[in-house]
């Protein structure tokens, strides 16, 4: 388990909790009492430094490097039922942007998101979560299929970005993010949008339009990184604590102003703290919200969503 600098208390007290246990399996002495003494206070200390995390702590927790993906998600959610599909038929498979048909109970889904690495060399071959052209192509490939067949449509967003290089520009980047986003407000069937750790500008949105979009508690979703923006901003990194509080990128400043729908509660100590716990929640989460969507008729569907996101932004001086 690795922790970020803000948990080494938390570190420290479950050292001292793993020593306990240990002296007492070895030895015979009964620290029963001292075990529960000290788990008593790790518990109040997680509630301690998890209920005052600020912006920049949660952009931290949202990247930490034991935090579930979205293959993670999918397989814990769908089983053995998940059919990974490839390939945009244009140009090659982006390892970057994962898709394919899964089932929830008897409820068939398409789920499309994007897909970080574990280590150097899947980080790599992942491209680190950030998609190339064909990677939306692909995913908006997906979304023409699911839309062929009546299947609502998942997408889970955990991206920097997309991809900003040369090749991708070279291959219409904009273009693909922007079709993306022009198809997925009126495709006909229910789009849930979970973020489940970095939303981070057009790389996030390229995916993001949903009737249902919600973020989990600990995640971030904005039009740039604090570091670029503090890059940008203050022309160093030293800045991005204050340009994470500026830039109010959090699940509660996105609900308050309306461009989320729904904050899902992580357990104590992030996602990574309890993985199962988070499994179930984004699994009865989604199986909400498709229960809230089905019955509506296609075009309701479509008028609701242009509805919600053409009252984005309008501002009543």
């Known amino acids: 388990m690795e922790y970020l600098d803000f948990e080494q208390p938390i570190k420290e007290l479950e050292d001292q ?22 788990e008593k206070k790790l518990k109040e200390k997680k509630k301690e430094i998890y209920k005052n995390l600020t912006p ?12 579930p993906y979205t293959l993670d998600y999918i397989h814990a959610i769908c089983g053995d039922t998940f059919l990974e599909l490839h390939g945009d038929r244009n140009v090659r498979d982006d390892k970057a942007m994962i898709g394919g ?13 994007q897909q970080k690495g574990y280590n150097t060399k899947t980080r790599q071959y992942r491209n680190f979560g950030m998609a190339n ?33 040369l090749e991708a520009e070279e291959r219409g980047q904009g273009e693909a993010i922007a079709r993306n986003i022009l198809e997925m407000t009126r495709l006909e069937v229910p789009i849930i949008v979970v973020i489940i750790g970095e939303g981070a500008s057009g790389g996030a949105l390229g ?15 904005s039009v740039i990184s604090p570091e670029s923006c503090s ?56 199986s909400q919200a498709y229960d ?17 996101y053409l009252a984005m932004g309008v501002f009543d001086g």
């Open 133 to 165: 052209p064909e990677g939306y192509r692909k995913a908006l490939r997906l979304m023409k299929s699911a839309e062929k067949f009546n299947i609502p449509v998942v997408c889970f967003v955990d991206t920097p970005g997309a991809y900003p290089g």
């Open 292 to 308: 809230d969507l089905k019955n509506l008729s296609p075009k309701e569907r479509i008028e609701k969503r242009m509805d919600k």
């Open 207 to 221: 995916i993001g339009v949903g009737d249902k979009v919600m973020m989990l508690e600990n995640t971030w979703y």
């Open 101 to 113: 048909l899964g089932k929830i109970g008897d409820q068939s889904y398409m789920f499309i998101g």
């Open 17 to 38: 909790y793993k020593k306990a246990c240990n002296i007492g399996e070895e030895s015979e002495v009964d620290v029963t009492a001292t075990c529960k003494q000290i």
């Open 56 to 67: 920049w702590q949660r952009v931290q927790i949202s990247r930490h490097p034991n935090r």
């Open 231 to 286: 890059s940008i901003l203050w022309r160093s990194w030293d800045y991005k604590e204050q340009a994470a509080e500026a830039l109010k990128l959090t699940a509660t400043d996105m609900k308050k102003q309306k461009l989320i729908d729904e904050i899902i509660k992580e357990p104590l100590g992030g996602a990574h703290g309890n993985r199962d716990e988070i499994f179930d929640t984004v699994k009865s989460s989604i």
